[in-house]
């Protein structure tokens, strides 16, 4: 019997962490809403909406530079899903597949796992010397937002 390469390439670990962030979030309404009238129920649960959708922005644009960045490799992404967010996302090589072991409500954790990871390899491919530095070019590459977001 041959041997099976398991290693995977930068461009399967970068798809399926595409299929992972293109997930449908699984919120239920329920878990905010008690009946048609709770006007603050539905207030959280479109907070959290909301906050979610942008973490889904957030994670394409960090995925999209790495897939531009040539001298990101897959070993650099496979290390950042061990120290990024407590570890909680896996590659499983075999289904090339991301699974995401909860913390506390899965449909606000995922996405940000996510990004989590993303800004995890895209800082320690930054050559910037600082810390400073590395902020201040990612402000300028990904706007104010996902900097103070991911990169602080």
């Known amino acids: 019997m041959e041997p099976t390469n398991t290693t995977p390439t930068k461009q399967e670990v970068l ?3 595409l299929i ?3 997930q449908r979030t699984g919120m239920d309404a329920r878990n905010y809403i008690s009946d048609w009238r709770d006007t603050e129920g539905r207030k959280a649960f479109a907070a959290e909406y909301r906050e979610i959708l942008r973490e889904g922005r957030d994670a394409r644009t960090l995925l999209g530079a790495i ?3 040539p001298s990101v490799t897959v070993e650099d992404i496979l290390a950042a899903t061990k120290r990024a967010f407590s570890g909680r996302l896996t590659y499983h090589p075999e289904t ?3 699974s995401y072991c ?4 899965w449909p606000t954790e995922y996405r940000a796992a996510a990004c989590a990871v993303l800004a995890s ?4 491919w930054s050559e910037r010397p600082t810390s400073d530095d590395k902020r201040t070019y990612f402000r300028r590459e ?4 996902i900097q103070s ?3 602080n």
Do not use: C, E, M, P
């Not at 390899?121 to 320690?124: A, D, G, H, M, R």
């Not at 990904?142 to 937002?145: D, Y």
């Open 121 to 124: 390899v895209l800082w320690n």
């Open 142 to 145: 990904f706007g104010r937002g």
């Open 15 to 17: 798809d399926a962490l």
């Open 67 to 69: 897939y531009r960045s």
């Open 149 to 151: 977001r991911w990169f």
């Open 96 to 98: 090339k597949r991301f």
């Open 20 to 22: 992972h962030i293109n």
């Open 102 to 105: 909860v913390g506390q409500y």
